[in-house]
């Protein structure tokens, strides 16, 4: 059975990677399963997820929110926990079983920190991936932020560079001075063109002796 494809969005929350992975969906010829962090999170039972929960609670070992101060600016930090952690492990095994069956995928994420690359680049390393920097400048992503319901405030603004630093893309799209059509499509024509040493392939080269 031929392995399906991925194409694997990462940007901070409210940048739009939700509006393209539904774009996606509707102008890539394949079906393509739609695969959130959300999804998972949602999922947590409600005494893992946390609000400032202190060391040795559930809430601190699933989802844990807190506020922290960043340069002067109270912001929402967000820190997976030790069963965070497996559930994410969980996840990233799951899409990759999925696409071994032969499904395409879209994944929908925040990379925060390097282990989370560090972890990608291991479970997905030999499949068709495809990377997209999913970018937005940071007034657009609070004004986004602040409309949306059941928003911390400041959550994007926690993680807005982090998601990027440890990253390398197979290309990157702004969704604040373009449309989700024309994203999707430059999404689209970077899957069908990625070069041989795709950004996955790269990432994998570079974490290969990592033991984290």
């Given at each position: 059975m031929k392995d399906g494809s991925i194409i694997l969005l990462n940007g901070s929350s409210s940048s739009g990677k939700t509006t393209l992975s539904l774009m996606?969906?509707?102008?890539?010829?394949?079906?393509?399963?739609?695969v959130a962090l959300d999804q998972f999170r949602d999922g947590l039972p409600g005494r893992y997820r946390g609000f400032n929960s202190p060391e040795g609670t559930t809430g601190f070992d699933g989802l844990n929110i807190s506020p922290v101060d960043l340069n002067g600016?109270?912001?929402?930090?967000v820190r997976f926990g030790v069963h965070g952690e497996k559930l994410l492990k969980g996840m990233r095994r799951a899409i990759a079983t999925i696409v071994s069956n032969g499904l395409n995928v879209i994944i929908d994420d925040l990379l925060f920190e390097e282990s989370f690359v560090i972890d990608y680049a291991r479970v997905l390393a030999e499949f068709d991936v495809c990377i997209v920097g999913v970018r937005c400048p940071l007034d657009v992503v609070r004004q986004r932020e602040s409309e949306r319901p059941g928003r911390f405030p400041g959550t994007a603004t926690w993680h807005f560079d982090k998601v990027h630093e440890h990253m390398i893309y197979d290309v990157e799209v702004n969704t604040a001075s373009n449309s989700p059509r024309d994203c999707a499509l430059t999404v689209m024509n970077a899957s069908e063109n990625k070069p041989t040493m795709s950004a996955i392939r790269q990432l994998a080269a570079r974490?290969?002796?990592t033991n984290d």
């Open positions: 996606l969906q509707q102008l890539l010829r394949d079906p393509y399963q739609h600016e109270s912001v929402t930090a974490y290969r002796s």
